[in-house]
């Protein structure tokens, strides 16, 4: 039985959903994905994790039989290289499906030393150009919505409720002469990463004089910017927010880490991410003003930074239980292990449906689709 709440939000969805399978043989949707191999071509790729983040072959098949089961078009392309070829000699254009979507799925910047900032916003710009809709966000939400300390700012200025920011670049050091006070306790990210690349259990610390020490050796490690971060202690919360084009948040839902699930200054690693039941969610079963909270602020975030489709905002709930925003995720996993699917899961949709109610929210986000 669900909570009256959750009975809109499946009926909504689910009349998204409708309206896709209604159409679903007009439909071509091209996946846009990073391969293992390209680690081959760049072994710099390896300090990142690049061939353990690429989604696996399995996930790719579900993806495609979501999508295959109901009577659509999907081809599944290796790297960007594929479709702007394709793109370019008219391929695409000319085939018969009237409602075309491309989801963007390539990761951060593949070059020789291994990373630069800005590629995730590459399928989108080149998709605008051919007036073809892209999932999930606008190049200009996929640039910001990968650079952590840039986003904060933003947040911060607007007075929304986040922490405390500051930005150390590789042979450069602080960004305007900016540095976290001593006594200030911070945990180290990665500017650009996601899947919690370069977080490890030293990256929370009391500020010292030794914190430019440690916050160099991480970007020395990475080879790219750190975001140093004012650490929140407290439960860590997902709430994805879908724009279809009305905006709705899904049911928040808690962070478990297997190695300490009831430890508030758990953070969670690389190696929690790729570890079998290393992280899993469940619903979180705050009071009713806080889940409000939680969602009216994820919305809200997902405006202000022009976010599109689908995407994740991600909280932790400090001591006076305010919900303060910790990350943001402009292209959240699909997988069934992911947090955006163990939110639909409380709407009662299975994976398949949850994949395509993402497909749909951008197709009507971009006025192709009547919901």
Not at 131 to 155: E, M, Q, V, W
Request: hydrophobic share 40%; net charge negative; glycine share 8%.
């Amino acid at each position: 039985m669900f909570a009256p709440e959750d009975e809109s939000l499946n009926k909504s969805l689910t009349s998204l959903e409708g309206a896709l399978l209604e159409r679903s043989r007009d439909l071509a949707l091209f996946l846009v994905y990073d391969r293992p191999g390209r680690v081959e071509e760049r072994p710099g790729l390896e300090r990142l994790f690049f061939a353990q983040r690429c989604v696996s072959d399995q996930q790719l098949s579900q993806m495609t039989e979501a999508f295959r089961s109901i009577g659509a078009y999907v081809e599944l392309m290796d790297g960007e290289q594929p479709l702007l070829r394709a793109l370019a000699e008219g391929q695409i254009q000319e085939m018969p499906q009237e409602l075309k979507v491309i989801y963007n799925g390539i990761e951060g910047g593949i070059t020789t030393g291994g990373f630069r900032p800005g590629r995730k916003a590459l399928l989108p710009a080149v998709a605008d150009s051919y007036d073809i809709p892209c999932a999930n966000s606008s190049a200009y939400a996929c640039a910001i919505g990968r650079h952590k300390y840039h986003y904060f700012t933003i947040l911060r200025a607007l007075g929304i409720s986040a922490p405390a920011v500051w930005h150390y670049l590789p042979l450069k050091g602080w960004a305007s002469g900016r540095r976290p006070a001593p006594g200030t306790r911070v945990i180290v990210k990665s500017t650009y990463e996601s899947w919690s690349v370069g977080v490890t259990e030293r990256s929370i610390f009391t500020v010292d004089e030794s914190c430019e020490d440690r916050v160099a050796s991480v970007a020395d490690e990475l080879r790219q910017a750190v975001t140093v971060q004012e650490f929140v202690s407290g439960p860590e919360i997902c709430v994805p927010v879908l724009a279809c084009p009305e905006h709705v948040a899904t049911p928040p839902v808690e962070v478990i880490l297997d190695k300490a699930p009831d430890d508030p200054d758990a953070v969670m690693t690389v190696e929690d991410n790729f570890r079998k039941g290393g992280v899993t969610y469940k619903r979180f079963m705050g009071a009713p003003e806080t889940v409000s909270i939680l969602c009216d602020l994820a919305v809200e975030v997902f405006k202000v930074l022009e976010l599109g489709s689908f995407g994740r905002i991600d909280f932790r709930i400090d001591r006076s239980g305010t919900p303060r925003v910790t990350d943001i995720g402009v292209s959240p996993g699909l997988s069934r292990e992911s947090s955006a699917f163990a939110s639909m899961t409380q709407l009662g949709f299975d994976h398949a449906s949850f994949l395509r109610v993402v497909v749909a929210a951008s197709l009507a986000l971009h006025g192709s689709l009547a919901t």
